[in-house]
């Protein structure tokens, strides 16, 4: 069986390497050719209507002469692909080890860091349309990354029995609900203004809700959680992992009972489901795979252990991206496939590294990271986004 994973696994990555050599390629001929030509009709058709760049009008403007970059627009900007890769490396760690934010690292390097949010926005007095147009492929591309490091995690986590499948299915079948309903209200409708400070509003607020999960009030409220998770890191420094991990003891319609390393659990899976078409919708909205929301209603309100939620999370989170993005790019939203492929392959090396990791890092310091990052994204983002400024470098 391992032998079948790593055969799938090695293909996937070869596959993965192939495909970025191949979109590299395309890019590279296509921006020779100084041309628009292989720009979706929906994007020609903006772009035409946008004002050419001359002496007078410099902001705001498309140069037809410029090097073609994101999206293959003429003078847009172009993201180094080493930098792609190695952000998309931290991306997939994140994910994989944390269980959640890593959504959010992936929209902080589109929109920050490979500057494609200020991009964006430069057009919102002149071509609005091309601003929301740009604005959905950033949220688009971010569930992309996403959605691999949900695949590769959740087999990770599947074989390390730390996936409780019930919870997963449940929270499934509410987020394919989320994941639809999201992409067809607001595909074309949301500036990269309005964006960003949502995308920071939300965070922040999230950030809040997890810096209480660390406190000594929250920890007292989950003493079986830590029993569980202590036994747990006790068999993960004997290397005796693979016998143990989440077993089913009971199941009916509302209710369902796990036991991990010995300490049962019991939720309500209609409150899952509830709780994963909200998380859906909220992430398909601003771009993200939903974990950093998944992981603390899993944590927090179903009383389950950090190593069970990290899991169960990327199972979900890979139904709400296929969902979601299936849905949006129905809707005639592109990527620019050169960055994507490239950041696929560092999120599949950063996706492998993490589960190996996670095991050796206390529950309660995997928390407090997520707190800390989530804190500095949403204070910066909010600022940004409704104040016009960041307040934070």
């Given amino acids: 069986m391992r032998k079948r994973y790593k055969v799938i696994l ?13 979109f590299i390629h395309v890019s590279l001929a296509q921006e020779k050719a100084g041309t628009i030509s292989g720009v979706s009709k929906k994007l020609a058709d903006i772009i035409a209507a946008t004002p050419k760049c001359s002496t007078e009008v410099t902001k705001g403007c498309i140069n037809p002469d410029a090097p073609r970059g994101y999206l293959d627009i003429p003078g847009a900007p172009k993201p180094s692909y080493l930098l792609a890769f190695l952000w998309a490396l931290w991306v997939g760690w994140i994910f994989s080890t944390v269980g959640a934010f890593g959504g959010i690292m992936a929209g902080v390097g589109h929109i920050t860091v490979f500057g494609l949010g200020d991009y964006a926005k430069s057009f919102k007095d002149t071509n609005k349309a091309l601003n929301k147009f740009i604005t959905d492929t950033i949220r688009v591309s971010n569930q992309f990354l996403v959605g691999l490091s949900a695949i590769i995690s959740s087999i ?3 074989r390390a029995r730390q996936l409780c499948l019930p919870l997963g299915i449940a929270l499934g079948v ?3 609900i989320g994941a639809t309903i999201i992409p067809w209200v607001t595909t074309g409708k ?5 964006y960003t400070g949502l995308f920071g509003l939300i965070v922040f607020v999230v950030a809040g809700f997890m810096y209480y999960g660390t406190t000594a009030r929250a920890q007292e409220a989950r003493k079986k959680t830590q029993e569980a998770a202590k036994r747990f890191q006790e068999a993960a420094r004997r290397g005796a ?13 509302t209710q369902c009972t796990i036991s991990f390393y010995g300490v049962e659990f019991s939720f309500n899976l209609l409150l899952a489901a509830l709780g994963g078409m909200v998380i859906a919708a909220i992430s398909a909205l601003i771009g993200v795979g939903g974990g950093f929301l998944l992981v603390p209603l899993m944590t927090d309100i179903l009383k389950l252990p950090m190593f069970i939620a990290a899991g169960t ?20 939203v592109v990527v620019w496939w050169p960055l994507i492929g490239t950041e696929l392959v560092g999120i599949f090396v950063g996706s492998l590294i993490g589960p190996r990791t996670q095991k050796y890092i206390p529950d309660i310091w995997l928390k407090r990271l997520f707190v800390l990052l ?9 600022s940004e986004g409704f104040f016009g400024k960041s307040i934070l470098p």
């Fill in 10 to 22: 090695i293909c996937s990555l070869v596959l993965l390497f192939a495909g970025w050599i191949g």
């Fill in 156 to 158: 990770s986590y599947a």
């Fill in 174 to 176: 509410g987020s394919i």
């Fill in 190 to 194: 949301v500036t990269a203004k309005a």
């Fill in 241 to 253: 992992t693979s016998g143990e991990g989440v077993r089913l003891v009971c199941l009916n319609p």
């Fill in 313 to 332: 999370s990327a199972f979900a989170v890979l139904v709400s991206m296929v969902t979601s993005i299936f849905n949006y790019m129905v809707k005639g």
């Fill in 374 to 382: 989530a804190l500095y994204v949403g204070v910066k983002y909010t």
